[in-house]
């Protein structure tokens, strides 16, 4: 059974960088949409990015230009760099995927999800 650890959360400043991993315990990147999705306390979880079979990747607005979402499919394990980081980053951060293509997943519903890492961004 596919598991995904992510690893990199920690308490950072306005304006910081931060680099998120999650790493999968079977190969589970080259076959899967990838997606990282973040949920603060009493919200609903929402979609950040994610990263395709062939490499495409998408954006929330809110992090566009932002973070950048990538993958070593040699390592199982996929990366978000996050630069100039807001209070409003603050969350709890999963990754999660799902077989195939990302056009067939709404990414809220993707099959297989870490444990999260928690961000905190303070001013």
């Known amino acids: 059974q596919v598991q995904l650890v992510e690893s990199g959360g920690g308490s950072v400043q306005v304006g910081g960088s931060l680099t998120l991993s999650c790493t999968a315990s079977?190969?589970?990147?080259?076959?899967?949409?990838m997606g990282w999705l973040r949920q603060v306390t009493g919200k609903e979880r929402e979609g950040v990015a994610a990263?395709?079979?062939?490499?495409?990747?998408s954006y929330a607005d809110s992090v566009m230009g932002r973070f950048t979402i990538s993958k070593d499919n040699a390592k199982n394990t996929m990366y978000l760099q996050m630069n100039m980081l807001k209070p409003e980053d603050t969350a709890m951060y999963y990754c999660?995927?799902?077989?195939?293509?990302?056009?067939?997943?709404?990414?809220?519903?993707?099959?297989?999800w870490g444990q999260g890492t928690q961000v905190t961004v303070s001013s």
């Open positions: 999660a995927a799902g077989p195939g293509f990302c056009g067939t997943w709404v990414l809220e519903h993707l099959e297989i």
């Open positions: 079977g190969n589970v990147h080259s076959g899967h949409c």
């Open positions: 990263i395709d079979l062939d490499d495409g990747t």
